[in-house]
């Protein structure tokens, strides 16, 4: 019984909308609703193909399927507006004669059958009499029986309509109980994301994933209610600003620096495997304090993190000469000391350098990044390095392997993620700056902490001499570009090859080796030698021009990305274009 009565409701709610549908259709003139049913079956089919064909824009979660849904309206009562006034082609001037011949013959028929008054009076039979071919207009007839199951149709595709509705409406209902996302990162962001792992060698490397090697990012925190980071937990969590307990974002480029090493499911992080210590020094407006990010990296060094990524900037104090005034210089340089690798953004003024990159990244043996684009050309932001030396502020001239910046890395639309899905349901994005790059370096870093566990800062050979020789190979088996054979202001020592600084270091017990014969003086000379012949092998490889991204790689950006100098952060962005 609650079947039947189902059914006479759906019916009955159905006949209510067709009535309600009709009249309002025949209030409207003619041609408005031939206009109105086009318009709205062109932006239908539009709305569907570009929810079918993700490659148009960056779009992400339900935004796909709303879309899609707003298409099917669209389309579905664009056909209603048309077919209000559709009438089907009545029958041919041959079918009519052939009809009227018919009725001749039936009449004449009846005539001697006696039913007809033989004296051929057809007063009697005016309601008989159609009008002869020659007197028949060509014109188009209604079909009674069409305009009868025109409802029926109707009814029937509202059905399936509410039906697609209902389904739609469960599946959000379901994905949202059970923390599922629907849809993910477009292949726009893939591919950008692919042919930048293609660039860098991360393509090269498999069995690493950074596992055994502590992280610290210090950001503006992480939202950890973001789909690709599902799997994460945090090994520890510190807030400067508010001094919650709870990991929180309210910024959002702490999630984004921390997916490019972590990201799972999504994007993918560089490094997925490492255990992540998560500082947050920058507040929601993009800044921090000098003691607040001094702070957060002495607190990076207690909990015993491996690598530091500082994904921030600004201006650096007063020093000389290794000695400086800046406070969160001091703290790095005790952190190096320890045998903690910091990797540090180089900067983003581009065009309106202010001289050299910012600080941290200025510390000599902070690993400085610099921006790429995927064709492998310098980001326009990126800033440049002073390696020369200069009376004031005082600095002596640098020398190999710290010149500043060191390497590039991708830093020009890379895929990141965005924190609490950015407002407006996107759990993904891009972003330029050096900031992305020196993440991304961090991430490759942590596979060769992994690779060569001895490096780490508890490692048989770490330290200062560990660090040392990162950099030294870092710098003769970066991809340099095309011409270049030294070290140069914007584009570093090249761009990262985490596929060639693996071979180079080769296997554990060579690196200790390695390691053991630069800090100890009597084979000096000796390590300077395996060091070389490691880099000769890939001298000639380094030094070709970086191949071209695929195809759905397009457009290396080169927009420049405004910053403030005070330990600041670079903007996200939901959008494909600059």
């Known amino acids: 019984m609650r079947v039947v009565l189902d059914r006479i409701l759906g019916f009955i709610i159905r006949i209510i909308a067709w009535v309600i549908l009709d009249t309002i259709l025949d209030l409207i003139p003619k041609r408005v609703r031939k206009f109105i049913g086009w318009s709205l079956l062109v932006f239908g089919a539009v709305a569907i193909l570009w929810a079918m064909y993700a490659d148009l824009d960056v779009h992400t979660g339900l935004l796909g399927i709303i879309a899609l849904f707003v298409g099917i309206?669209?389309?579905?009562?664009?056909?209603?507006?048309?077919?209000?006034?559709?009438?089907?082609?009545?029958?041919?001037?041959?079918?009519?004669?052939?009809?009227?011949?018919?009725?001749?013959?039936?009449?004449?028929?009846?005539?001697?059958?006696?039913?007809?008054?033989?004296?051929?009076?057809?007063?009697?039979?005016?309601?008989?009499?159609?009008?002869?071919?020659?007197?028949?207009?060509?014109?188009?007839?209604?079909?009674?029986?069409f305009q009868d199951s025109l409802p029926w149709?109707?009814?029937?595709?509202?059905?399936?309509?509410?039906?697609?509705?209902?389904?739609?409406?469960?599946?959000?209902?379901?994905?949202?109980?059970?923390?599922?996302?629907?849809?993910?990162?477009?292949?726009?962001?893939?591919?950008?994301?692919?042919?930048?792992?293609?660039?860098?060698?991360?393509?090269?490397?498999?069995?690493?994933?950074?596992?055994?090697?502590?992280?610290?990012?210090?950001?503006?925190?992480?939202?950890?209610?973001?789909?690709?980071?599902?799997?994460?937990?945090?090994?520890?969590?510190?807030?400067?600003?508010?001094?919650?307990?709870?990991?929180?974002?309210?910024?959002?480029?702490?999630?984004?620096?921390?997916?490019?090493?972590?990201?799972?499911?999504?994007?993918?992080?560089?490094?997925?495997?490492?255990?992540?210590?998560?500082?947050?020094?920058?507040?929601?407006?993009?800044?921090g304090s000098d003691e607040g990010i001094a702070e957060a990296v002495n607190w990076c060094v207690d909990e015993q993190a491996d690598i530091i990524s500082l994904s921030l900037g600004g201006e650096g104090g007063f020093g000389f000469a290794g000695i400086t005034t800046d406070q969160l210089e001091e703290a790095v340089q005790d952190a190096l000391d320890l045998g903690v690798f910091v990797v540090a953004a180089a900067g983003n003024d581009g065009q309106d350098d202010d001289g050299d990159v910012s600080s941290p990244g200025s510390v000599a043996d902070v690993i400085c990044v610099g921006g790429a684009t995927r064709l492998g050309n310098v980001w326009s932001g990126s800033s440049e390095g002073d390696n020369n030396g200069r009376i004031w502020p005082p600095m002596l001239p640098r020398s190999d392997p710290d010149k500043k910046p060191e390497v590039l890395a991708p830093g020009a639309e890379v895929p990141v993620l965005m924190a609490g899905g950015s407002g407006d349901g996107s759990w993904w994005g891009w972003a330029s700056g050096t900031s992305a790059a020196t993440a991304w370096v961090s991430g490759g870093l942590a596979l060769i902490l992994e690779a060569h566990p001895e490096l780490q800062r508890e490692g048989a050979s770490g330290g200062s001499g560990?660090?040392?020789?990162?950099?030294?190979?870092?710098?003769?088996?970066?991809?340099?570009?095309?011409?270049?054979?030294?070290?140069?202001?914007?584009?570093?020592?090249?761009?990262?090859?985490?596929?060639?600084?693996?071979?180079?270091?080769?296997?554990?017990?060579?690196?200790?080796?390695?390691?053991?014969?630069?800090?100890?003086?009597?084979?000096?000379?000796?390590?300077?030698?395996?060091?070389?012949?490691?880099?000769?092998?890939?001298?000639?490889?380094?030094?070709?021009?970086?191949?071209?991204?695929?195809?759905?790689s397009t457009k290396a950006a080169e927009c420049s990305v405004s910053t403030l100098r005070t330990n600041s952060i670079q903007r996200l962005n939901e959008a494909t274009t600059c």
């Open 73 to 145: 309206i669209s389309a579905f009562f664009g056909f209603i507006f048309l077919l209000h006034d559709w009438k089907i082609p009545g029958f041919s001037d041959e079918a009519i004669a052939d009809d009227y011949a018919e009725y001749e013959e039936s009449l004449l028929r009846l005539r001697e059958d006696g039913f007809i008054d033989p004296s051929g009076d057809t007063e009697n039979e005016n309601e008989l009499i159609i009008p002869s071919p020659s007197e028949q207009p060509s014109e188009i007839i209604e079909d009674d029986s």
């Open 153 to 287: 149709v109707i009814g029937a595709v509202s059905s399936l309509f509410s039906l697609l509705v209902l389904s739609i409406i469960l599946l959000w209902v379901w994905s949202n109980a059970n923390d599922i996302i629907l849809g993910g990162p477009p292949p726009t962001l893939t591919g950008w994301e692919e042919s930048y792992r293609d660039l860098t060698g991360f393509d090269e490397v498999s069995g690493l994933d950074g596992s055994g090697v502590l992280v610290c990012v210090v950001d503006s925190g992480i939202e950890m209610d973001h789909p690709d980071l599902s799997h994460l937990t945090l090994a520890g969590w510190l807030d400067v600003i508010d001094g919650r307990d709870a990991p929180y974002d309210d910024e959002g480029h702490g999630t984004a620096m921390a997916g490019i090493i972590v990201a799972q499911d999504g994007l993918r992080g560089n490094a997925q495997g490492v255990e992540l210590l998560v500082a947050k020094a920058i507040d929601d407006e993009g800044s």
């Open 466 to 552: 560990a660090i040392d020789l990162v950099k030294e190979v870092l710098s003769d088996n970066s991809q340099m570009d095309n011409g270049q054979d030294d070290h140069d202001d914007r584009f570093g020592y090249g761009i990262l090859r985490i596929d060639l600084m693996l071979e180079a270091l080769g296997n554990n017990s060579s690196a200790s080796n390695v390691v053991g014969e630069i800090v100890s003086s009597s084979a000096e000379s000796s390590g300077s030698e395996q060091i070389e012949l490691n880099s000769e092998e890939y001298q000639a490889e380094r030094r070709k021009t970086p191949s071209v991204p695929p195809v759905n």
